[in-house]
């Protein structure tokens, strides 16, 4: 048992103002006395190499040494935060633009449509039902309010899954921000509950049975605590409505001591139970069963775990696929369970010089989402895989939407961009026309800012693109603020969204800058590769150089440049502000992924990031890691920029340890006056979920923090 000092619980403030580079005279940049953060001698050894790990014991986030920590840090943080100037005005503007009408695209089941909605500063989406979406229609109503579900907001509506004929909805929740869920039931015309409870589920829906009177969904086992056991692997249950969750039949688990976990999927038509097997992003298998045959052993479909299989729909004997077999960029095939061998397939939609994002079998056609340099493209192809039209998108953003049933003459669509607010559109499928359905009104002139995409070189010569949005007419004389967001990993694409508080700090004379960098999925399974493993320090060059082209190009400096990322994105900034402190004006890593070398010990989940990340236990990965992992890469004397680290004490995703130690290593580290601040979130997660009036004070405490260290 390591020894631990005393910690300190008052945290004393000088008054004695910063002068250093990057930073205000603004009255709350201030020397800081942070909390004492007990450093142990604890090393482990990897490989023969001796690796030291002094904050080892701000893992135990239950230990009250650890809660202590916590606290002091926020006693710290928050104060220094809210006694900033410009922090009311801050909240102020972002609360007013928030406050405008939100829609989803709507999906039709069961002859009901179902659509989210949000009046403005709700903390959560409502979820409504109507028989009709026509203007003069009346009969909406809300089926499913989470707002209801806590006074504070902080239990969120975690999923939902509608049955076939629309009579019953299953729905989970998300207590403070977690992965997990416990399911409920609802009967969609009475909107009451059922009896039915399911827990131990994470990261997957329900999938309903044809007669909507049961459905599978895939569970972790029970463990010694009477929660999930978040370390094992799931199986697949049935489960009956009206029945207790412990007496749901076992489906189907993968045997052996493996890693892969299988959920299931019941085709449109009903006539196969399809499951996909998974361990990790780059590769997953197929097996099923008919449905009429539910005692017979599943067959293996696609079991060579050569690449990505995604279902995409079923017609007769054959089911579809998007896959990236073959096509580094996705296809399409089709598989007939008869004669599955891959001489047999059919090359329904083949490759293009575009990465195909997904596919929707809709009104007797495939839909097609395709990136192009980073923004929608739409096709719909017939089922023989001939191209009927392209969809007419209003311009440079993101399309999202078009679910449905094969059957289906109609879906509905979101367009949006980094100035454009989600707008929802009706389209018929057979005429390829699209008519507005609904427009949000935000209080701001959009018309005011304006989104170019470049194109610079990375540190190889790799040509990566960025999207850069601003006031119009800005001069480019190196002096603008500068928000540069990343993420890089994981196959995610970074497309253009739309986001009031990146409005709030344009308004504020800011530039957003946001690269497409090696590790996502904008130029397909290639560019994904290159940003993994042993090639993960391409994303931090490629960050780096976003960077410095911004300088070279006029539109910032130094003192003026902050960095901003979530999750693998924290990673990413936690990376590259350790390789150059010097480029950067101020940092902002959220619930980042630290420390390289344990971040696959909490979980399975964790542990299946090997895909990206590899693995400590394997030598040459290990000495990848350690060259960039940004706990394990702090140099003490080094002048580092302003940061603000945050994270929630829920998020069981990328567990908070993980900020905790970075945090306590940066403070101990920090050459200079420049602030090292660690805000913990209570009663939040990794994010989704989160409510209104929690997202809104974090987000105003960052621009804030970055208002004091850039000197707006």
């Not at 014991?57 to 926020?74: I, K, S």
């Not at 749901?248 to 052996?256: K, S």
């Not at 449905?291 to 054959?318: C, I, K, N």
């Not at 990465?355 to 079998?361: A, I």
């Amino acid at each position: 048992m390591l020894k631990l000092q005393t910690m300190v619980g008052a945290v004393v403030v000088s008054l004695l103002l910063l002068g250093s580079s990057g930073c205000s005279s603004d009255p709350a940049d201030r020397v800081l006395a942070y909390p004492e953060s007990a450093r142990s001698d604890h090393v482990d050894e990897y490989h023969g190499v001796e690796v030291a790990d002094p904050y080892r014991w701000l893992e135990a986030l239950d230990a009250d040494e650890t809660a202590t920590w916590v606290e002091a840090q926020n006693e710290l943080s928050r104060p220094y935060l809210a006694a900033n100037a410009s922090r009311e005005g801050i909240v102020d503007r972002i609360t007013e633009l928030w406050n405008y009408e939100r829609l989803d695209p709507p999906v039709k089941q069961g002859g009901r449509y179902f659509f989210e909605r949000n009046d403005g500063l709700q903390n959560h989406d409502i979820l409504y039902t109507a028989t009709s979406l026509d203007a003069d229609a009346d009969d909406a109503r809300v089926l499913i309010d989470p707002n209801t579900f806590r006074d504070d907001g902080t239990v969120s509506l975690g999923g939902t899954s509608i049955g076939p004929d629309g009579r019953y909805i299953a729905y989970g929740m998300s207590d403070g921000g977690s992965d997990w869920r416990t399911w409920k039931v609802r009967d969609v015309e009475t909107g009451e509950d059922l009896d039915d409870e399911l827990r131990f589920i994470k990261f997957n829906s329900p999938s309903w049975a044809p007669d909507g009177e049961s459905f599978y969904y895939s569970r972790y086992p029970e463990g010694a605590d009477g929660q999930g056991d978040g370390s094992a692997t799931v199986a697949i249950y049935r489960h009956e409505i009206g029945a207790a969750q412990d007496d749901d039949i076992l489906v189907y688990r993968v045997p052996g001591d493996t890693r892969q976990n299988p959920y299931a999927t019941v085709t449109d038509d009903g006539r196969f139970l399809v499951v996909r097997i998974s361990e990790g992003s780059l590769a997953n298998a197929i097996a099923y069963r008919p449905f009429d045959q539910p005692d017979a052993a599943l067959e293996p479909l696609l079991d060579e775990w050569d690449a990505t299989y995604t279902l995409v729909g079923s017609r007769g004997d054959t089911l579809y696929f998007r896959t990236t077999n073959g096509a580094p960029r996705g296809r399409l095939i089709g598989v007939d369970v008869g004669q599955p061998d891959p001489a047999s397939w059919t090359e329904v939609v083949a490759e293009s010089d575009d990465t195909l994002q997904s596919v929707g079998h809709i009104g007797g056609h495939f839909v097609a989402r395709y990136l192009h340099d980073a923004h929608a493209r739409v096709a719909v192809h017939d089922e023989g895989g001939a191209l009927v039209r392209e969809v007419e998108l209003p311009g440079i953003g993101s399309a999202g939407g078009f679910g449905g049933e094969p059957d289906d003459s109609e879906t509905f669509y979101s367009f949006t961009g980094f100035t454009t607010p989600p707008t929802i559109y009706r389209y018929d499928v057979a005429t390829g026309e699209s008519s507005l359905f609904r427009e949000p009104d935000v209080a701001i002139d959009l018309g005011a800012f304006e989104t170019t995409q470049v194109f610079y070189a990375s540190t190889d010569g790799t040509q990566i693109p960025m999207f850069v949005t601003a006031q119009k007419g800005i001069e480019l004389d190196g002096s603008r603020p500068t928000l540069l967001y990343g993420y890089g990993g994981f196959n995610i694409s970074l497309t253009p969204g739309f986001n009031v508080a990146r409005l709030v700090w344009l308004e504020m004379g800011g530039v957003l800058a946001i690269p497409n960098l090696r590790g996502g999925g904008e130029y397909g399974e290639a560019w994904h590769l290159a940003g993994t493993k042993l090639q993960k320090q391409n994303v931090f060059d490629d960050f780096i150089a976003a960077a410095e082209w911004l300088i070279a190009e006029g539109y910032t400096s130094t003192p003026r440049l902050a960095i901003q990322g979530g999750s693998n994105g924290g990673l990413l900034v936690g990376a590259v502000m350790t390789q150059r402190p010097d480029l950067f004006g101020a940092a902002l890593p959220a619930v980042g992924v630290m420390d390289m070398l344990r971040y696959h010990t909490p979980s399975a989940n964790a542990r299946n990031w090997s895909t990206d990340y590899g693995l400590s236990e394997n030598a040459d990965e290990f000495e990848a890691q350690l060259a960039y992992s940004p706990y394990h890469n702090l140099t003490e004397g080094v002048c580092y920029p302003p940061t603000l680290v945050t994270t929630a004490d829920h998020d069981d995703r990328v567990v908070p340890w993980h900020s905790f130690k970075f945090g306590a290593a940066l403070q101990h580290a920090q050459g200079c006056a420049n602030p090292v601040l660690v805000r913990v979130e209570t009663r939040a997660g990794h994010g989704a979920g989160t409510p209104t009036w929690m997202r809104i004070e974090a987000l105003a405490d960052q621009w804030t923090f970055l208002a004091s260290a850039l000197g707006l």
